[in-house]
């Protein structure tokens, strides 16, 4: 415990040298699903849209995880974020103020699959979760991903009245789309749960052998991915700036940009919107 | 626990015996429990995206890479820094290390935890700056460089400085006649520190700071598998030629110039960082006093006995997996066997192994062999056995042979083992603790070890619980190592292999 004091002292010695950085500079962040190589630079072309939009500094702020980009808006590190469901309500119960202010045209009645390995002999395009999925193993992706892990465990649980760990052989956590996609392709895990979008873009580009994995149901729709802002923006960047930031967001139509979310453009969304997701996520134990 | 083996043949209070009676009964006792262990295969067909890897690897897309150099940059600076850190804070506390259980106490502590966890720590309050990843690095090393700069000062002579007159003073002392007998094994042990930070700051972009590991691990997850192995290549390349551009006098100029790749510095709350120490950390119904509110929140906590009982298991399976391992692969780079072209494959898979990260090796015998217990295993004791094999097979260069003329089998068994063998076992004992750090990063194969909970609770947000289970973890590690310290070899001058 002393060492923990002595620690944070020296920590907060340090943080005098520290404070070098602008106040006044805009920062976001944004997870984009799918293919996050070069995402300095491409979020960079965002970033300066925004500050053209918004005729402030932007930066963007590259960051690994929801979990870490949820801490960074806590911090107020960034004041917008793009949020996944799950973690954009994280997000506002943490800052008080915090609104939800667009999402993506897709996001609206997002969806996910399960998909199976072909030798599990479950039959693809089911209209509901087959009762053969039982004792066969099983993989979400990252542990709060809405897409990969909530909401397929929310009806997991739904139409079997039992955890996935006791409805599954083993339960795995991918930690990603694409890595799930793999991991049934090659047989590893019999089942599993995986963004629709990925999907559909990884069957596009030929990266996925149909033959060997293909999908057995559709969840029904729910919301996803939003951009969230702090409820403090206007204080420190003037009266009406929420709204100039929904504007930019809405206004984004460059598909060049809307690219690195991938999205077909954006719509206004609220809070409200995301209140099943937070039943879930209480339901599950994944928000407290 | 009972001996495997016929009386009579072990008997006796020789070191060797005792040295063969313990690497024995640590087999033993693996094997009695390994069917407990979750080791089950399934594997349909991995091959195909084993292929992508191999071709990944074999075939690296230099071009795609976005901003390389500066990676690498920041990559050198933060091992620099962390290091340089490290010492500062670890030096002092060396010299009262023997006199205040406190201090060795508090040390032990920041050495359980693994980097990775300081970092998601850090992390909650400095955001993804160099705050972050050197504090992570700075940390854990100021308590390892306490206990073992405090070992070598220990260890030198004290005739130097008995023979000062009476009155001279203990800092004057100190200077004159201790520091400068020791100087030469203290530099050495920090040099080597700094090549373990190296790979401990590429680890770090694993959870976000844009080290090489960022990089390196988003192109691996999504299996963009050329510029993974660009990257990876890189790393290979940046630790492999670390005699070059990490020589002593350039090492002040790198220090001195890496300052700049550091920035920007992050603004730093203060208030911030009081509401995580004072609030966060802790639980709500403890704050608030609330008994009743404490057993529900304990029983909130995921099963804790299976995810020791998890932890413990593929520690000690890795620990010994680990021995076995390097006593097949030492001879590989050993100058007594082979021909220098074998010697320099050997060396090449020795630090390939040993460099490759314990998370990619696991991914890779995850589609090898399906997720459980097993790909763990191969992981951990690759990795910590190539570890040992490399050091075990200088020790094996020092020798000079008694007996011309034996085969090699000969060779390694009567001439080189005997004498090599403790110094081997020493590491295995020491890495044991280091294993079990390690078994906490292998939460993707489905297996609930403590680390797998810890990686939960940050992703979750729920900072209480995490903090919890790393004390258990910590409480757990310090046992491990004063288990393994109890019973390792003491007849043998330690030659630390990043083990602390």
Known sequence: ?288 | MAEPTAPGMLHGDSPGLRLARRSLVLVALCIVLLPFADLSVVAHDPWAELSRMATGLALPHWRELSSPLQAIGLTVSVALWGTLLGVLLGFPLALVFFRSRLVRTACAFVRAIHELFWALLFLQVFGFSAVTALAALAVPYAGIFAKVYAEILEQTPRDAADSLPPGVGRLSRFIYAELPLAWERLAAYTRYRFECSLRASVLLGFVGLPTLGFHLESAFREGHYHQAGALLWLFYLLIGTIGFWGHRRLLPLLTLGSLFLLGPWPHVDSGLLWRFVSHDLWPAPLLDGDWAGLMAWLGNIPDLGPAIGNTLLLGLMGTVGALIIALLLWPLASRHFGNPATRLGGRALLVGLRSTPELMLAFIFLLLLGPSMLPAWLALALHNGALIAFLAARHADNIEPGMPGLPAGGRYAYELLPRIYPGLLALVFYRAEVIIRETALLGMLGVATLGFHIDSSFQYLMFDQAFFLLLVTAGLNIAVDALARRYRPREVVMDDPCSR
Do not use: C
């Open chain 1, 1 to 288: 415990m002393r060492r923990l004091i002595a620690t944070t002292l020296m920590l907060l010695g340090l943080a005098p040298v520290a404070q070098t950085q602008a106040q006044d500079t805009f920062r976001f962040t944004a997870i984009p699903d799918e293919d996050q190589t070069r995402l300095v630079e491409r979020f960079q072309k965002v970033a300066d849209y925004l500050a053209d939009t918004l005729d402030v500094d932007v930066e963007y702020v590259p960051v690994k995880s929801y979990s870490a980009a949820v801490s960074a808006f806590r911090n107020d590190q960034v004041q917008l974020a793009w949020f996944g469901g799950l973690s954009g309500v994280q997000a506002r119960r943490l800052v008080p103020g915090s609104q939800a202010l667009a999402q993506g045209v897709e996001d609206a009645a997002f969806h996910s699959y399960f998909i199976a390995n072909a030798d599990t002999g479950i039959a693809a395009d089911q209209d509901q979760l087959p009762e053969s999925l039982e004792g066969h193993s099983f993989t979400f992706g990252a542990k709060t991903s809405t897409s990969g892990r909530l909401m397929p465990e929310y009806y997991l649980r739904e139409r079997f009245g039992e955890a996935p760990e006791s409805l599954f052989s083993r339960v795995g956590f991918s930690g990603d789309h694409t890595r799930t996609i793999a991991l049934v392709e090659s047989g590893t895990y019999d089942v599993g749960a995986v963004n629709y979008s990925v999907w559909n873009a990884a069957v596009e580009a030929g990266r996925v052998d149909t033959d060997k994995v293909h999908v057995v149901w559709e969840t029904p729709a729910y919301p996803d991915y939003q951009w969230t802002i702090r409820g403090d923006v206007d204080e420190h960047f003037g009266d009406g700036f929420t709204d100039r930031v929904r504007q930019a967001l809405l206004g984004m139509t460059d598909p060049d940009l809307l690219e690195s979310f991938p999205r077909q453009g954006f719509i206004p969304v609220s809070n409200d919107a995301y209140a099943p997701i937070e039943t879930v996520g209480e339901d599950l134990g994944l928000l407290r």
